[in-house]
């Protein structure tokens, strides 16, 4: 079998398209724009890529953007403070510290200090816990995102099989309870997990964020599977790759997602549809 290709970019510009005439249609009523404001600490290169990106769709679809750079020294307390401010800050509707933060920062004391109902990343307690049960608010935008690429295979996620390998708070974990809240039935797999591979084989729907270049390898995707590969790798040679080995797996799969041009652009458009969320709740009251 050879997989279809999810084209997360495509789907990604389609979402992105959507919302700016949503926003439009605010604007053009009186009502101002949403405002995103990212805390940006250091100078990590990724993640300033990553920042550029998120103003760069900001900028598309009309949402204001304000991107406070302050140094890798900033204290905790006072990253603390710059996040209070922007708390009581009313024309403020999203705040998105970017992670990583420096080692002498607490960084679950910073994302637990911001607002629930301004947190766009969706990593703040209130919003996991929402998520698990069965209420969501702000959903994190990168298991956000890859439900609505597997939703676009056109496939019920209800009843099948699902397995995601990696347990992290911002991709597996969150990813999982996506998964059961759409009524799949669901295995986080974990670097302590015995046989991966059998787990692998079971899976109809198989998510895999672990960080590590082609750490699934292609012949351990089932026939006909629906893949989605969370990972980005840098590859000495400066090319990217996901965490499943591409070439064998797409010769496989049912469906998958390529890397670059999967999941990470729709990561980016789920941040703007929950500023979008955000400043709905936020101007309604
Ligand atoms: N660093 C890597 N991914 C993310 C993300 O989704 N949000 C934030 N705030 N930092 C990140």
Redesign the pocket.
Known sequence: MTAKIIDGKAIAAACRQNLKQRIQQQTASGQRAPGLTVILVGEDPA?QV?VRNKQKACEEVGIHSQLLRVSAEISEDELLKMVQSLNNDNSVDGI?????LPDHINEPRVTESILPHKDV?G?HPQNIGRLLQKQPELRP??PYGCIKLIESTGEPIQGKRAVVVGASN?VGRPMAMELLLANATVTICNSKTRDLRAEVARAEILVVGVGHADFIPGDWIPDGCIVIDVGINRLDDGSLAGDIAYATASERAGWITPVPGGVGPM?VAMLMENCMTAYLAHTAD
């Open positions: 993640s990553y998105l510290v970017q992670l990583p990343d990593f935008c990168t911002i990561t």
